[in-house]
């Protein structure tokens, strides 16, 4: 552990991204025998484990009280997904195991299943990204019966698993105790939602569901989501991307606001939100729980956003809002002024692309030297090209009231370039007296070379450590 310049711990062994080679993996092996109370080991993002897992299998009989194995990202061979198979009889103790971003598994996850007991103790299984097969989805259908205690299932990023899903929710039932379940791009279509939701009335305890990214399922909310509202512990739901129709958006607005629960909702990227909308979004003010709504690229018209508005009044908790690309928003922000004013606990807000005017900017400024938005960490204002330099001026006068500001974007489009005004005095001034300000994008504004001087020797002059990404 030293040589690779980590504190050693009896209990822990976090060799994650340590560049090991073959080499290493044999002589930590070799060292096993000696870490008898190790609960966890990480080797996670060090490509050279694949092909020598084997090395270190045998003797994890030294480490029965092993709980925690990550092995993401190290190029598993069909070789060590055997080896790690014939070794659940060893590690009776393990609860948590994550193979994410190991291609190789495709196709030879039964190789591993098939050596799981009954009984067996896992309560986190992640196989995100690992080019799961059908074939794959049914072996894991089939462990569900003997993994009685999984609380986290996270199957992300395999679009062919979409297929057996329908077999996978039928055993959803054996894991009653589940909180999350992650299918975010898993290639579910129509059918696969209604069997999901089938299985969720078996999944009270379940905390975040997440089937982003899955657009063939567009259309089918509107007769699958009978049981999603039985879920009164859901505090993620994320169907960003899926595509959901004027239909679905009927049913949903009738469903999300029953989630009483609901902590983060996700919507984004669903043009239809903004079509049929203002139910939904004048119903999340019986969410007051909520903290993260995202919005972004939802199609919004100034009456579904002023719904939105309206229910924002409602949501006293709310830390993370994302307006991002919905062009009815600019000219129009002081909708939200009175959801802006009580929302004390608001850290993130996203405003990228939303056609803004200097007259938005002046009223967030307005906003903070009231002594609102005090706790604002992270602000994003890019791709608004129509903001004139004398909104930036004015913006950057009042910037310092930001106190607690960590991250600011104020890029332009892809598409354009413009030269930086003289609002960048200001900013530098300003950013004089914001201590936290750690990152600042301003992509595709034109500098002159005096300005590049000022910003180079900005961070000398105040002893700062600014990412300027320009």
């Not at 055997?82 to 659940?88: H, K, Q, V, Y």
């Not at 009164?232 to 009483?260: A, R, Y």
């Not at 991250?407 to 950013?431: F, K, N, Q, T, Y």
């Amino acid at each position: 552990m030293q040589k690779l310049g980590k504190k050693p711990n009896s209990k822990n062994l976090d060799l994650n991204n340590c560049a090991l080679s073959a080499a290493d993996v044999t002589e930590l092996a070799s060292l096993l025998p000696f870490l008898p109370e190790l609960e966890e080991i990480s080797l996670s993002w060090n490509g050279c484990v694949g092909g020598t897992l084997k090395a270190l299998t045998v003797h994890l009989h030294h480490v029965n009280l092993l709980k925690v194995l990550r092995l993401n990202s190290c190029r598993l061979t069909a070789e060590d997904v055997t080896s790690l198979g014939e070794s659940f009889e060893i590690v009776s103790q393990l609860e948590e195991l994550d193979l994410s971003w190991n291609s190789n598994i495709g196709g030879k996850l039964s190789l591993l299943t098939k050596k799981l007991q009954k009984g067996c103790k896992l309560k986190l299984l992640k196989i995100t990204d690992c080019n799961l097969t059908a074939k794959d989805g049914e072996s894991l259908a089939e462990i569900l019966n003997v993994i009685p205690n999984l609380e986290v299932l996270d199957l992300s990023i395999n679009k062919h698993i979409g297929c057996s899903m329908k077999v996978i929710a039928q055993d959803l039932k054996n894991v009653p105790g589940l909180k999350e379940l992650n299918l975010h791009m898993c290639g579910l279509k129509q059918d696969s939602l209604q069997g999901l939701d089938t299985a969720l009335q078996h999944l009270a305890e379940l905390r975040k569901l997440d089937i982003s990214c899955n657009k063939e399922i567009g259309g089918g909310f509107k007769d699958s989501t009978a049981h999603l509202a039985c879920l009164k512990n859901l505090e993620v739901l994320d169907i960003h991307q899926c595509c959901v129709t004027e239909e679905d958006m009927t049913v949903l607005s009738q469903v999300i606001p029953l989630l009483s629960s609901l902590q983060e909702l996700n919507l984004s990227s669903n043009k239809n939100v903004g079509v049929s909308s203002e139910p939904l979004l004048g119903r999340l003010r019986f969410l007051p729980k909520l903290k993260s709504v995202a919005i972004s690229n939802c199609g919004l018209g100034k009456e579904s956003f002023s719904s939105l508005a309206e229910a924002a009044l409602h949501l006293p908790e709310l830390e993370i809002l994302d307006l991002s690309w919905n062009k009815c928003v600019g000219g129009n922000l002081k909708l939200l002024l009175g959801a802006l004013k009580l929302a004390t606990e608001i850290q993130v807000l996203r405003l990228s692309s939303c056609n803004l005017v200097a007259e938005d900017l002046a009223l967030l400024t307005l906003l903070t030297q009231n002594g609102h938005l005090p706790r604002l960490r992270k602000l994003d204002l890019s791709y608004n090209n129509n903001i004139s330099d004398e909104g930036w001026v004015v913006f950057c006068q009042g910037l310092a009231v930001f106190k607690e500001l960590s991250e600011l974007d104020v890029s332009l489009r892809p598409s354009s370039c413009r030269d930086c005004g003289i609002w960048l005095s200001e900013l530098l001034a300003a950013l004089t007296k914001l201590p936290a300000l750690a990152e600042l994008g301003m992509k595709r504004w034109v500098l002159s070379e005096s300005q590049r001087k000022q910003l180079e020797s900005f961070n000398q002059d105040n002893k700062r450590n600014i990412r300027f990404d320009c």
